[in-house]
């Protein structure tokens, strides 16, 4: 337990105690975070965090970030340099994630102490990762998944939240939202969602550790609707860059945005009859939607795709347009497609199992809106 | 009643009918449609329907458009240039109506024999448009209304379909959707949502006169959410316009059109206690509010207005950029306001009433996201 001033040694000897004290006993119970990633999203999701931690007395200043370490250039360590100038040169270059962010290349020793786990790595990494967390974190530790896809296995997709909880026998949130990175970094208004599964408590403890004035947290109870939100929304972002990169204007891509939303609704409801409605009203859902098919990534790897008739692969796009960033969109679809193939689904989802079927070069870009006319 | 082919005259005496007899039987039914209009939208609506009135054998061909009479700077009315070029040249240049498109400037000329009316005019005129129209057309006419906007009356709001139904004793259906009228002209993809009250027939017989491989309609049975919608969304418009001029990016400018959607919701159903929630995924709904969103001209605008910060009127820029066409959110949202002041409801709706308060000068533009950091 950390040294805490007990009622007793306080000055006053031992009366009802002041803020001040009420403030230093808490220390005790001050909750320990780390975050499990350091790209482009988590490097944004620090300086939030590092924010409030500093404000607020219910949380450890100290924000640590495992870093998966990389050489610059420079012939520098990634880590040495974030911890020099706070300051991710890679993944988020110009902005100052605070000073009570350190950056740590190892992984066991930077969650021994957490209390609270961020998880937000590209979602490949993800299984790799929790076998190397089994015995290493608290066992009382709460974790939240800020990462955006699933894991398809022989029994069926899994998503990253549920790989968390059953991995590490911990609980996990998920937070989801606008993941244009580098507007939240410089402060523009945005929104996000927490998905919970039961304690409202917990859900209440994540909102206030990410939300700022510019980042507005809300939580809702239905994790597997806003985690199949986060995952799903950036495949119809891939149907939207093919409709840019085709030139085929406003009104076509918001067909496709709205029958993206369509499908991702009812495949969030297949797979988890619990999901509501509702969900897909927050942010999480059509404001992401909007976010990730106007701004993101995933839409403009795609949109090149399309400009150049498919003839360019995204491993190679990625590789020259993203700087070492994943794109989540082109594997997801391929889970998504491995889902609906196995569970005989294809044809009630066209425009997912279109995406797949364009990213793998089996049919042309301009497939994306070929059955558009028969679908209602 | 129209000559047609008695079952006795045909060739084969009466015997049951083949294909080519009910077809010519049915001439006797064949509907006459009159599209009252003929701006951006109105001459978009023509186009669609003269091609299904040469294909589908229900319909008269001839498609009787009524055109507000203007003299176009070479002197010549504009009835007589579109008449003999088959092209609306002031508000759809460079389009071709079909040769089956006949303008008329005279109103009651144009509806006298018309079973199906088709409204698509500015909002503005509807009342005046309505009263000249009793007495004149058949008792037994259908109507569909393509205009957006209420009429704000001592008794509260009413909508145009109303309008049209109680003016003229004929019941009135709504078609909402992807408003980029260029983008349909050419023949880019795009959706729409006909609403209706209770009769599924007439609602079908609307679908097939505006539905085409690039233009994909359905009916929904809810036709206060559906012109609800359709009327919104454009204050929404005038919203992410600010955002747009204000350069705030793309998360916030998601996190206004999801608020903004919340708000039709909300306004919607308190207005009218029957709207649905399904019908806001409806292409009418969120479809069309991206499209207006990001394309429209009350976007265009606005963003404008913003970036004169204000200090030019919603007049003056309209005129300046519209080119007679008319601007829809700024004078909605004067109609919402007075409904949401008058029933005291202001505070339940900061977004629809915070774009009054900006598009008549009293709160700059900056104050449309000013609000949201402590809304949820």
């Known amino acids: 337990m950390a040294p805490a001033l007990d009622a007793q040694e306080a000055p006053n000897g031992g009366e009802s105690l002041t803020p001040l004290q009420v403030q230093n006993n ?7 975070v ?20 500093l404000r607020l007395t219910s949380f ?7 870093v998966f370490e990389e050489t610059l250039p420079s012939g520098e360590k990634l ?3 974030i911890n ?4 991710n040169v890679k993944y988020l270059p110009g902005i100052k994630l605070g000073k009570n962010v350190v950056a740590d290349p190892d992984l066991e020793s930077a969650v021994k102490d957490a209390d609270m786990l961020v998880f937000v790595t590209p979602h490949q990494f993800m299984e790799g990762i929790c076998k190397k967390l089994v015995g290493k974190i608290k066992r009382d530790a709460e974790a939240i998944s800020l990462v955006k896809g699933m894991e398809v296995k022989m029994e069926g997709p899994c998503m990253i939240s549920s790989l968390i909880s059953e991995q590490l026998g911990i609980s996990c949130c998920v937070l989801m939202g606008a993941n244009i990175a580098n507007e939240i970094a410089v402060g523009k208004f945005s929104e996000a969602t927490v998905g919970y599964r039961d304690n409202r408590e917990v859900a209440e403890k994540w909102v206030q550790l990410f939300n700022t004035p510019y980042f507005n947290v ?3 109870q239905d994790v597997e609707g806003v985690e199949l939100c986060g995952t799903l929304k950036n495949v119809v972002a891939i149907a939207a860059g093919f409709v840019d990169g085709l030139e085929m204007g406003n009104n076509t891509k918001a067909a496709i945005m709205r029958l993206g939303l369509r499908e991702m609704k009812a495949f ?6 619990s999901v509501k409605d509702s969900t897909f009203f927050e942010s999480c859902g059509v404001a992401d939607l909007i976010t990730t098919c106007l701004g993101g990534r995933n839409r403009k790897v795609a949109e090149a795709f399309a400009r150049n008739g498919g003839k360019r692969s995204f491993d190679e796009l990625e590789a020259e347009m993203l700087q070492g960033q994943k794109l989540q969109g082109v594997s997801t679809a391929a889970e998504v497609y491995e889902v609906l193939s196995h569970r005989g689904w294809l044809e009630l989802f066209p425009l997912f199992s279109t995406v797949h079927e364009i990213s793998t070069g089996r049919f042309p870009p301009s497939a994306i809106v070929e059955y558009l006319g028969t679908s209602n």
């Open 79 to 81: 880590t040495d340099v």
């Open 268 to 273: 969030s409801k297949l797979l988890s009859p």
């Open 26 to 32: 808490n220390a005790s119970h001050k909750s320990k």
């Open 84 to 87: 020099r100038n706070n300051e």
């Open 34 to 53: 780390t975050i499990i990633g350091s790209g482009n999203w988590g490097s944004v999701a620090s300086k939030l965090v590092a924010s409030n931690t």
């Open 218 to 220: 809300t939580a809702v």
């Open 60 to 66: 450890h200043d100290e924000v640590r970030m495992w």
